[in-house]
T-cell receptor, first 116, second 111 residues
Framework: DAGVTQSPTHLIKTRGQQVTLRCSPK?????VSWYQQALGQGPQFIFQ???????QRGNFPDRFSGHQFPNYSSELNVNALLLGDSALYLC???????????????FGEGSWLTVV | GNSVTQMEGPVTLSEEAFLTINCTYT??????LFWYVQYPGEGLQLLLK???ADDKGSNKGFEATYRKETTSFHLEKGSVQVSDSAVYFC??????????WGAGTKLIIKP
């Protein structure tokens, strides 16, 4: 049973470019959340998708957008990249019904984005 | 709003030493609290959790007790090993069932 898979694992982009990161949730999970983790800091919640809709959003600008597909996989898109967007982007999957318990949240290994 | 504060690292200990990593939280009500661990090059893994006051979470020799009176959830281990070297994150769950994270504490264990 595969856990949460993310791609790519590392990428380098130039300021002003756009990037798309991908996540496949753990089998049986229907909810995907995205987090940004800057070096030396804790993760910051970006948004959460369930039933192909954005359900919750953290304090991130509209340059950050996402999508969830019928198979529950998800994409995170960042437009007009800034140097400050350099970070580890983590995907977390869970079951919407049991998200409250916390112990059904599984994280991928993340996508390292460097903006130069 | 809710917030989680944990001690800054790095924390450097010798093998078999006693470990404490402090974590305090500010929240409305009494949220579920968690410790996650991030080993080098890996994603976040749930280490332990507590869902109400006086609960004690434990796993792999680590323990943390949910102290309502001090709003704390300190992580402890009686005898650390080199393999425990990692970054440890304290987190609380807000009313929207999202995790609020501390900044992380890097733990270095020397043989």
């Amino acid at each position: 049973d595969a856990g949460v898979t993310q791609s790519p694992t590392h990428l380098i982009k130039t300021r002003g470019q756009q990037v798309t990161l991908r996540c496949s949730p753990k089998s049986g999970h229907d909810t995907v959340s995205w987090y940004q983790q800057a070096l030396g800091q804790g993760p910051q919640f970006i948004f959460q998708y369930y039933e192909e809709e954005e359900r919750q959003r953290g304090n991130f600008p509209d340059r950050f957008s996402g999508h969830q597909f019928p198979n529950y996989s998800s994409e995170l898109n960042v437009n007009a990249l800034l140097l400050g967007d350099s970070a580890l982007y983590l995907c977390a999957s869970s079951s919407y019904r049991t998200a409250y318990s916390g112990n059904t949240i599984y994280f991928g290994e993340g996508s390292w984005l460097t903006v130069v | 709003g809710n917030s989680v504060t944990q001690m800054e690292g790095p924390v450097t200990l010798s093998e078999e030493a006693f470990l404490t990593i402090n974590c305090t939280y500010t929240a409305t009500g009494y949220p579920s609290l968690f410790w996650y661990v991030q080993y080098p090059g890996e994603g976040l893994q749930l280490l332990l959790k507590a869902t109400k006051a006086d609960d004690k979470g434990s796993n792999k020799g680590f323990e943390a007790t949910y102290r309502k009176e001090t709003t704390s959830f300190h992580l402890e281990k009686g005898s650390v090993q080199v393999s425990d070297s990692a970054v440890y994150f304290c987190a609380g769950m807000d009313s929207n069932y999202q995790l609020i994270w501390g900044a992380g504490t890097k733990l270095i264990i020397k043989p």
